[in-house]
């Protein structure tokens, strides 16, 4: 029986682990992947994590996991599948690789990448359509390649494949980014990128690999055939919330419902980093987040024991 069970080994869960050492408590950090460090580990450079400006995401991201590790945390690879809460207000997290039973559960599976669902999307993945600059970009040296969307992903997607690339298009569907300012100036600065503005993408073609990117201008309906070599996805992510949305109540787009304090409709699961609602996911608000759930934590197991 465990203190409490981790889900998830990014920012959130590997912070929440240190936490969790420091207070002795008895835990363990389950994540489905071989690989921990979460979503930051596909980002090329994180410049606003304090202390460390400049690092590149995977270093960061395998920075948190040597740290946790370091202070004992054990991480085991396995999927959750779901929460049964027993009689005695214990839990058992159902997972790939067996049952795990805790006073307590720390939700911290994070977000996956949102896919556009367009035709040629699914058929070209790995054949050009990529959600990862940073895994795929080195193949399209001295190519061209789409990046959709407008956000941080999009915008330091096309920042670091217009290092490689000859000429990088960038397709947002308004005529504004989202992405913070210092990007936005960056890639006004950068020769090789050019924006596409007011513009979604409505097919990704090629045979056998992209050859081109269709695009349909929302004002004036036009559409147009972008010669590319790679479409680089970037339009915001998805909670990974679907094995425990029976246990804990999301909101309509499937967020755990959860405030800074990162307490759930149901008491002793806490929820903590992307995978809950809140104004701003970074890897800064997702650290504190997994320190917040310890704490959460460290009060439920007091208030259960008087
Ligand atoms: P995001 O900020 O939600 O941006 C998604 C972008 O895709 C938006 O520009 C959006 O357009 C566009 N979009 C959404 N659905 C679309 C569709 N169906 N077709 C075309 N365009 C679509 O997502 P993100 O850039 O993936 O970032 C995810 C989160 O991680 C954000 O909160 C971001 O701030 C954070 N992040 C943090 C760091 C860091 O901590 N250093 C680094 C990277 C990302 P609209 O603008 O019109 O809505």
Redesign the pocket.
């Known amino acids: 029986m465990y203190d409490t069970v981790i889900v998830g080994s990014g920012a959130a869960g590997l912070s929440a682990a240190i936490y969790a050492s420091r207070a002795e408590l008895d835990f363990v950090v389950l994540e489905r992947e071989a690989l921990g460090g979460g979503q930051i580990i596909n980002?090329v450079s994180?410049d606003?994590y304090p202390g460390l400006p400049g690092t590149g995401g995977f270093e960061l991201g395998q920075k948190f996991e040597e740290h946790a590790k370091k202070l004992g945390a054990r991480i085991e690879e396995a999927s959750a599948t779901g929460i049964e809460k027993k009689a005695d207000g214990t839990f058992t997290v159902l997972t790939s690789a067996g049952e795990y039973d805790t006073r307590t559960v720390i939700l911290a599976a994070g977000a996956t990448h949102?896919r556009?669902g367009v035709p040629g999307e699914e058929e070209l993945a790995g054949a050009g359509v990529s959600y990862c600059a940073t895994c795929d970009g080195a193949f399209f040296r001295g190519k061209t390649a789409v990046v959709?969307?407008?956000?941080?992903?999009?915008a330091?997607d096309a920042l670091f494949l217009a290092r490689g690339c000859s000429r990088v298009y960038v397709v947002?569907?308004?005529d504004s980014?989202?992405a913070a300012a210092v990007l936005a100036s960056q890639m006004g600065r950068t020769p090789n990128i050019e924006m596409k503005w007011n513009s979604?993408v409505t097919e990704i073609g090629g045979n056998g690999r992209v050859e081109y990117v269709r695009l349909r201008n929302v004002q004036t309906g036009e559409e147009t055939d972008l010669p590319a070599d790679a479409c680089f996805i970037?339009?915001?992510?998805v909670p990974q919330t679907d094995a425990f949305s029976r246990t804990v109540r999301v909101d309509e787009k499937g967020y755990i419902v959860a405030g800074e304090d990162t307490v759930t409709s149901e008491p002793g699961i806490f929820a903590a980093g992307d995978i809950r609602t809140k104004r701003?996911?970074?890897?800064?608000t997702a650290a504190a987040d997994g320190a917040n759930a310890v704490t959460a934590v460290q009060d439920f197991l007091v208030r259960k024991q008087r």
Do not use: E, W
Request: a positive charge; charged letters at 20%.
């Open positions: 980002t994180v606003n949102s556009l959709v969307g407008g956000g941080d992903v999009a330091g947002h569907r308004r980014l989202r979604v970037a339009v915001g992510i701003l996911r970074q890897v800064v």
